[in-house]
């Protein structure tokens, strides 16, 4: 063989190698693109379990098997009961309903929940109230417990998220109103796969009087709002729920 011929041989053999390299290389980006992308179409949020006036609720289906137990009509409950009225020398304004807690809060942060969370919480009480123990009256707390999960473009469940909505509902002043307090979330499970950083946090954008100015309601909007990041993607959602001040707890 000529030199000629065994130099154009090498180069073949050179190009081939370099060749062969580059589309495996662009074989691997497109993996990474798979793994590191979620499938919206996958992103399902369900609830895992519930309590209503701590009765059981293993009778009440939605006609699939799957128990149902916090419908509004379950939480509404009649005070049949005398309240107690309290003294509180400050003025009062019944129907304006604030927000004295919290509005803004994470719970989760770098994939794990944050410290001390269980502190952090708003309430909806009527304009003048500065603690909600000036309340009586108050009901037994409800807790509702939810999951997010998610999935990415191989079909890998990248994400679980499982967190329990809780709410103390009913407080009154003076016999009038129904008020909300210890209102928040708290996160119970946090899965990710290597590669996915998840945070949540939490948001209350209003509080208003879904009663009457005699008799007020409170209401709160309950937006929980999470993100999921990886080298080269980021998804985010939101869940949001409004409670209110009888008892009731409902998805948006």
Excluded at 12 to 19: K, N, R, T, Y
Excluded at 96 to 107: A, F, R, V, Y
Excluded at 159 to 168: D, G
């Amino acid at each position: 063989m000529s030199k000629k011929n065994h130099l154009m041989l090498s180069f073949f053999a050179m190009f081939f190698i370099l060749l062969s390299s580059a589309i495996y290389a662009q074989d691997t980006v497109l993996d990474l693109n798979m793994y590191y992308t979620i499938d919206e179409q996958s992103i399902v949020t369900k609830v895992l379990s519930a309590d209503c006036f701590s009765k059981e609720v293993e009778d009440k289906s939605d006609g699939n098997n799957n128990a149902n137990p916090c419908s509004e009509l379950d939480f509404i409950q009649k005070r049949n009961e005398i309240p107690k009225s309290i003294d509180i020398p400050i003025e009062v304004i019944i129907s304006n309903i604030i927000n004295i807690g919290k509005q803004l809060w994470t719970i989760v942060e770098a994939g794990r929940p944050v410290v001390n969370v269980q502190n952090e919480y708003a309430t909806a009480v009527a304009q003048g109230i500065n603690n909600w123990m000036q309340l009586d009256l108050w009901k037994t707390s409800f807790s509702k417990v939810y999951q997010v999960t998610a999935k990415n473009l191989y079909r890998m469940e990248v994400v679980k998220f499982s967190y329990k909505i809780i709410w103390t509902y009913g407080g009154s002043y003076k016999g009038v109103g129904q008020y909300l307090t210890n209102v928040s979330i708290l996160p119970i499970e946090v899965n990710a796969l290597w590669g996915y950083t998840f945070a949540s946090q939490v948001r209350i954008p209003n509080v208003v009087n879904v009663g009457t100015n005699s008799d007020p309601i409170a209401g709160m909007q309950l937006d929980l709002h999470w993100d999921v990041r990886t080298p080269i993607k980021v998804a985010s959602g939101e869940n949001s729920y409004f409670i209110r001040g009888d008892g009731p707890l409902r998805e948006l």
